[in-house]
């Protein structure tokens, strides 16, 4: 298959196959799309860092400038990958969310409950503890749904603090959601919250963008342009900043936010944006191998 094709997108890095498949470019001298979706990068409880260490420069070697493309989904990314893949040229482009078909639902009167979202992997490098705590230090009103699923006891392990925290009559744990089930999340809640410690890209920010539902996203993540925008706010993602974010955000106009976010999201991240973007890395690849 590596000899039949013109470029090769390759989407793994810690995998059996992405040794090989590197190895077998270099020595057929394909072209290759890298995209690593955020493998390469790190934080304080990184596993296996040795290890990984290794496998990196054995990748590294295998790549060359002008024939291997990294491609990152954000400045984030980009920074922490070309730390470890030095030999390969770069490029940014984002991930592309879908339009959906129902946005959020207007807001509610003044002095009702804020209804809170968090969809995503239950992971330690997703700051749930940290949103939870959050939850203990907000008004009362305050709701959260939170909506994925987690390995090794970890969903459990999230139920028992909020039990502790004495939170449970105010958090929801769903499971992981898709298709309508997951559309319904979005467009029932009035704000986002992605607390991550680090993020690629962070998919659902955008999902939740796009029905229109404004964000607090963590300084983990690459959303900094949320405040720009005017749809969101990107703080810290202690549980004292969350806490002070969303009783922040509960006074801001979240109807002209989200129409705001959701314009953006429909001008820079829709699929064919993204794709004519991608498409061009490769025509590039292609034109620069048949030059040689």
Same mark, same amino acid.
């Given at each position: 298959?590596?000899?039949?094709?013109?470029?090769?997108?390759?989407?793994?890095?810690?995998?059996?196959? &992405?040794?090989? &498949?590197?190895?077998?470019? !270099?020595?057929?001298?394909?072209?290759?799309?890298?995209?690593?979706? @955020?493998?390469?990068?790190?934080?304080?409880? &990184?596993?296996?860092?040795?290890?990984?260490?290794?496998?990196?420069?054995?990748?590294?070697? +295998?790549?060359?400038?002008?024939?291997?493309?990294?491609?990152?989904?954000?400045?984030?990314?980009?920074?922490?990958?070309?730390?470890?893949?030095?030999?390969?040229? &770069?490029?940014?482009?984002?991930? @592309?969310?879908?339009?959906?078909?129902?946005? !959020?639902?207007?807001?509610?009167?003044?002095?009702?409950?804020?209804?809170? +979202? *968090?969809?995503?992997?239950?992971?330690?490098?997703?700051?749930?503890?940290?949103?939870?705590?959050?939850?203990?230090?907000?008004?009362?009103?305050? !709701?959260?749904?939170?909506?994925?699923?987690?390995?090794? #006891? *970890?969903?459990?392990?999230?139920?028992?603090?909020?039990?502790?925290?004495?939170?449970?009559?105010?958090?929801?744990?769903?499971?992981?959601?898709?298709?309508?089930?997951?559309? !319904?999340? =979005?467009?029932?809640?009035?704000?986002?919250?992605?607390?991550?410690?680090?993020?690629? =890209?962070?998919?659902?920010?955008?999902?939740? +963008?796009?029905?229109?539902?404004?964000?607090?996203?963590?300084?983990?993540?690459?959303?900094?342009?949320?405040?720009?925008? @005017?749809?969101?706010?990107?703080?810290?993602?202690?549980?004292?900043?969350?806490?002070?974010?969303?009783?922040?955000?509960?006074?801001?106009?979240?109807?002209?936010? #989200?129409?705001? #976010?959701?314009?953006?999201?429909?001008?820079?991240?829709? *699929?064919?944006?993204?794709?004519?973007?991608?498409?061009?890395?490769?025509?590039?690849?292609?034109?620069?191998?048949?030059?040689?």
């Amino acid at each position: 298959m590596i000899r039949w094709a013109d470029v090769i997108h390759l989407t793994a890095v810690y995998s059996p196959s &992405t040794i090989p &498949t590197l190895a077998i470019c !270099k020595g057929l001298n394909k072209p290759v799309v890298w995209s690593p979706r @955020g493998a390469l990068q790190r934080w304080k409880s &990184t596993s296996r860092v040795q290890m990984k260490r290794a496998w990196d420069s054995i990748c590294n070697s +295998l790549c060359d400038q002008n024939r291997v493309r990294l491609h990152a989904t954000s400045e984030n990314e980009l920074t922490a990958s070309a730390l470890r893949i030095s030999r390969a040229s &770069t490029v940014i482009i984002p991930n @592309g969310v879908q339009k959906p078909g129902r946005t !959020k639902r207007p807001s509610k009167e003044k002095g009702e409950s804020l209804q809170l +979202l *968090y969809l995503g992997r239950l992971n330690r490098i997703k700051g749930i503890e940290n949103l939870l705590m959050a939850m203990q230090k907000v008004d009362e009103s305050v !709701k959260l749904e939170i909506c994925g699923a987690g390995g090794n #006891g *970890y969903s459990g392990h999230l139920k028992d603090l909020a039990e502790k925290l004495q939170i449970t009559a105010r958090v929801q744990f769903h499971g992981p959601v898709s298709g309508e089930e997951k559309e !319904k999340c =979005f467009v029932d809640s009035d704000v986002f919250v992605m607390p991550s410690f680090s993020e690629s =890209f962070g998919l659902s920010a955008a999902e939740a +963008l796009s029905h229109g539902v404004p964000v607090i996203v963590s300084k983990g993540t690459p959303w900094s342009e949320v405040e720009k925008i @005017g749809c969101g706010l990107w703080v810290e993602n202690d549980s004292n900043s969350l806490a002070d974010a969303i009783g922040r955000i509960r006074r801001m106009p979240l109807d002209e936010m #989200g129409k705001r #976010g959701r314009e953006w999201m429909s001008r820079e991240f829709s *699929y064919d944006v993204i794709a004519e973007k991608m498409l061009k890395v490769y025509e590039g690849l292609v034109e620069h191998q048949d030059e040689r």
